[in-house]
């Protein structure tokens, strides 16, 4: 590690530990030059990386400032580890329906929205490079690669595989339309009507839907805002319910925003291989973190085939265009067929266009953009709940992702917080869609990945006001 990265990283901790809060005033280049017997070419940097990681801020003849760092909130909320899961039929998919339904406007505020903004994303030229592309195309590319998807695509998602540190072959990738379709037919893959899934809880809505319409049930496992599902709890309900398979996001969970730590993937990985379990990984998130480098996927520690890998290109650089993929370990051949016997083939102009931006280079430039803007975003977000929610909202502030998960005070119905926003023009995610059992009651997700700006900190102040009045109701 060079000398000014040493330097980032000790005030990056002290800033993450509470050490310099924010709104303090770093020491100047010529204190920190003395302090730390470095040049100053050294500080300054230290102190470019810390403005590029969103940790600090320049002010025009005055200095850096911490401009993120430790919140200054009640603590988070801890979930019920001790209580024993219950498999459940799941019945969200009406619920759901309603929420969902409310963030496609674009006059409503899309804070309820699972999307970051396509603002974001270089459209402009993926549009240029899927023209070139098109009028290039021979014919045959059009049936030549149906089921598994485009080659070149393919290969390319290997190679980003490797960079990664896991081998895993082009041959063991099925392309899907979004990641959605991928854990679906992981699911499908690994599951009979009847079965048992265990997922994490609170989870992503979606999984449950698809529970839901495949006619399973689900067994919730707590799961912690900070590193994610509880081990001990886990294998509790490996052994009372002995489940068909295991759905979960290890990398900023939606919607915690969790990071599970490498060692806890690894023991976790090994747990559900002793009961010969298959983990179906759902990791559309990785891409999006604010640390050094990109979390590792559980299927890093999979020695046994049994991890089901599935991420997508929707979240991080091509939203709309619906390519995702799946890497099913020992059930590849599996999913390849159902894939043939359901949607047939993925878009092929959209695969050839995002294996050439893939191929040309600029993808890592883009996220480290996208990551950088994204941070900003949630410093600013977190800020605006500090100053206008009433006193004992509690909140996550996540090293990744885009989602904020946030704990009303006592007594505050999320679902009434819902419609009365709703009525005001924002959208909100309340809590019980992301619960088989319609828990969390008085939870929120809040989506930061759209452009902060006049009109989201207006309606961060519209949903603290109307949160106050629910609160003074409640008391």
């Known amino acids: ?20 809060a924010r709104g303090e005033k770093l020491p100047s280049v010529r204190q920190a030059s003395a302090a730390r017997k470095v040049s100053p070419a050294t500080v300054f940097q230290a102190y470019y990386l810390l403005e590029a990681r969103g ?7 005055s200095g850096y400032y911490v401009s993120g760092g430790a919140q200054h909130l009640p603590p988070l909320p801890e979930p ?6 219950e498999a459940a039929q799941v019945d969200v ?13 674009r006059k409503v505020v899309p804070l309820g929205s699972a999307f970051p903004s396509p603002e974001l994303f270089p459209m402009a030229r993926l549009a240029k490079t899927m023209a070139a592309c098109v009028q290039a195309m021979d014919p045959w590319r059009s049936v030549e690669d149906i089921g598994p998807g485009d080659a070149e695509l393919r290969r390319q998602i290997a190679l980003r595989y490797m960079i990664d540190g896991l081998q895993v072959a082009p041959d063991e990738i099925v392309i899907s339309n979004g990641a959605l379709e991928g854990l679906n037919l992981c699911l499908q893959a690994v599951t009979q009507a009847g079965d048992t899934v265990l997922i994490g809880s609170p989870t992503f809505y979606a999984a449950l839907q698809a529970i839901e319409r495949n006619g399973l049930k689900a067994v919730e496992v707590p799961c912690h805002p900070r590193d994610g599902i509880d081990l001990n709890a886990l294998q509790r309900a490996l052994e009372l319910h002995q489940p068909a398979a295991c759905w979960l ?8 925003g969790s990071l599970m730590p490498d060692d806890k993937k690894k023991d976790m990985v090994a747990l559900l291989a002793r009961h010969h379990v298959p983990l179906i990984e759902d990791d559309v998130y990785g891409e999006l973190y604010f640390g050094e480098q990109r979390p590792k996927p559980a299927k890093a520690f999979d020695t046994e085939g049994l991890v089901m890998h599935c991420s997508s290109f929707s979240k991080c650089l091509a939203p709309g265009y619906r390519v995702g993929w799946a890497a099913p370990g020992r059930y590849a051949k599996t999913v390849e067929r159902l894939k043939l016997t359901t949607t047939l083939a993925t878009s092929v102009p959209a695969q050839i266009t995002l294996a050439s931006y893939l191929k040309k280079g600029g993808y890592d430039k883009h996220l480290r953009a996208l990551r950088h803007t994204l941070l900003l975003q949630q410093i600013k977000f977190v800020e605006a709940v500090e100053r206008h929610f009433p006193a004992g909202t509690r909140l996550t502030s ?8 946030v704990k009303l005070p006592d007594g505050v119905n999320s679902l009434e917080l819902h419609r009365e926003a709703l009525h005001a023009g924002i959208s909100i995610a309340p809590g019980p869609i992301f619960s088989a059992q319609k828990g969390y009651a008085d939870y929120v997700r809040l989506n930061y990945g759209h452009l902060w700006s006049v009109e989201m900190e207006g309606a961060i102040a519209v949903l603290g006001k109307i949160t106050h009045r629910l609160a003074r109701r409640a008391t």
Request: without cysteine; proline residues 5%.
């Open 55 to 61: 940790l600090i801020s320049a002010r025009e003849r």
């Open 249 to 256: 996001m290890t990398n900023f969970q939606n919607p915690l």
């Open 398 to 405: 996540p090293s990744g992702g885009y989602f904020l998960w």
């Open 93 to 105: 998919s009406e619920l759901v329906f309603e929420v969902l339904e409310s963030t496609r406007a």
């Open 80 to 85: 019920d580890i001790n209580s024993t899961p």
């Open 1 to 20: 590690m060079k000398r000014y990265e040493q330097l980032a990283d000790d005030i990056a901790r002290s800033i993450r530990e509470g050490l310099l």
